[in-house]
C-alpha cells in the first residue's frame, strides 16, 4: 500500500478479506510477502471501495512494477489475466461498473 495512504479500519478489514479469500498469496505468483489488496475499480469509487469482488491480493511486483502482468504498470496484461482466471469476478464487475460508474 502507498505510504501516503490513510487506512480506516474498514480499509484494514476489506483488505483482509481479500487476503483471505485468495489464500494470503498473490493471485499472479503465489508470492506470501508484502502481500497488497488491489481495487480493480478505483478506491476512490464508493459504490466498490468495500466490495470483496472488487479486490485481488497482489505482491507489490504484480501490484506496480511487473512489465507483463501489473494492476498499475500494465492494467491490459491485468485485464487479461482476469478474462482468463477470475472470468466470474470479471463479469461481476462490468456489471457493476455499467449500473454506477457514470462521467
Ligand atoms: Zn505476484
Not at 27 to 56: M, P, Q, S, W, Y
Request: hydrophobic share 30%; glycine share 4%.
Amino acid at each position: 500500500m502507498r505510504g501516503t495512504l490513510k487506512l480506516t479500519k474498514e480499509d484494514k478489514e476489506w483488505a483482509n478479506s481479500v487476503k483471505d479469500r485468495d489464500g494470503r498469496k498473490c493471485v499472479i505468483c503465489g508470492n506470501t510477502e508484502r502481500l497488497n489488496a488491489h481495487h480493480i475499480i478505483v478506491r476512490e469509487n464508493h459504490e466498490t471501495k468495500f466490495d470483496i469482488e472488487n479486490g485481488l491480493s497482489l505482491c507489490p511486483k504484480h501490484h506496480f512494477f511487473c512489465r507483463q502482468i501489473s494492476a498499475h504498470n500494465n492494467p491490459l496484461g491485468m485485464f487479461m489475466w482476469l478474462e482468463t482466471n477470475r472470468p466470474q469476478q470479471l463479469q461481476y464487475l462490468k456489471i457493476k461498473m455499467k449500473e454506477i460508474l457514470k462521467c
